[in-house]
């Protein structure tokens, strides 16, 4: 990988340093020294599905692992990679994300993580993150569909702190890299449950409460903004409905994809219900934030960790 301007590097580093003594280490973390390879982790209980999952548990990764990794990919730009991970990747990376264009005829999908174009006269992420934002202010078919643009800033700066927090332990993986034998599991969309969970993710960013089962599954048919985090759902990590998730075709007339998703991954998912239009709300949203599991940023951190080096 080509490593950017030093100066990015340095933040980067800043970033993990100041954040380390914050964030202190996952809960996981706090009886055991940290390797990156994770040797003294208990494998996960949960049934693995594949060689590379049976290989994946035994190194600490999560039956979450892919719903962990989809959501912390699924605004992601190149810009933001080379600011939180201190490497410029090419514009032909290899690192899907959700497309931010929800028109009909729009890809849900990109194969890429694409430019951000941010206003570069601004040196702070955080008044480049907000200009991009404002710059979308009345289009409705641009990111979350049914975010107003108040909760567009605050779903960004969201996003912004699970990366930033994964980047310190993505400074700690370089420093001790893992096993170049594992990086395939890891970073191998078609096999470790990324692919089908942000296709998912973005069948309910643009088809809020698809998988709600009700209202005869049709989305659209509710005010509730998408939980994207999945915090309500009930099956999204049973061996059941990752087997059916896994094996879904997401392609095709998207019609025909909106009927089936809604019929055959129900998992209740009715969305957060609370708009962030006052301090109540907020208070509500800021708990969500704070209850986020930390050790899926270590997912991510791993995931990029080995996908940087492939580059």
């Given amino acids: 990988a080509e490593y950017g301007d030093p100066t990015l590097s340095l933040t980067v580093a800043l ?27 208990t494998p996960d209980p949960v049934e693995a599905l594949s060689e590379c999952e049976v290989y994946m548990y035994g190194k600490g990764m999560r039956a979450n692992y892919g719903m962990a990794i989809a959501l912390r990919l699924h605004s992601l730009t190149v810009d933001d990679i080379e600011y939180y991970f201190g490497v410029a990747v090419p514009e032909d990376n290899g690192i899907h994300t959700v497309n931010m ?31 991009r934002i404002l710059r979308h202010m009345y289009e409705k078919l641009w990111s979350i569909k049914i975010y107003h643009t108040l909760e567009k800033v605050a779903h960004t700066f969201h996003m912004s702190e699970l990366r ?23 970073t191998d ?42 915090n309500n759902t009930h099956n999204d990590n049973s061996v059941a409905f990752r087997r059916i998730l896994r094996d879904f075709e997401f392609s095709g007339d998207e019609e025909d994809v909106i009927d089936r998703v809604a019929e055959e991954l129900v998992d209740h998912d009715e969305g957060e219900c609370e708009h962030l239009d006052d301090e ?7 708990r969500g934030f704070k209850i986020m599991n930390d050790y899926d940023n270590y997912h991510f951190a791993v995931y990029m960790h080995c996908k940087i080096r492939e580059f």
């Fill in 101 to 131: 264009d929800m028109r009909p005829e729009a890809q849900r999908v990109l194969p890429n993580s694409p430019l951000a174009n941010y206003d570069e006269v601004f040196s702070s992420m955080g008044l480049k993150q907000l200009d």
């Fill in 189 to 230: 969309v078609s096999i470790n449950d990324i692919l089908p969970e942000i296709d998912l993710l973005a069948m309910k960013i643009k088809f809020t409460g698809i998988t709600s089962g009700a209202a005869h599954g049709r989305p659209g048919n509710g005010a509730c903004p998408i939980n994207y985090a999945y």
């Fill in 164 to 186: 930033s927090r994964a980047s310190y332990y993505f400074l700690l993986l370089n420093a001790n890299p893992m096993d170049v034998s594992m990086s395939g599991c890891i």
């Fill in 280 to 286: 109540r709300a907020w208070s509500k949203w800021r």
């Fill in 15 to 41: 970033l993990g340093c100041l954040s380390a003594g914050a964030l202190g280490r996952p809960d996981h973390f706090d009886d055991s020294p940290f390797f990156p390879d994770l040797d003294w982790a």
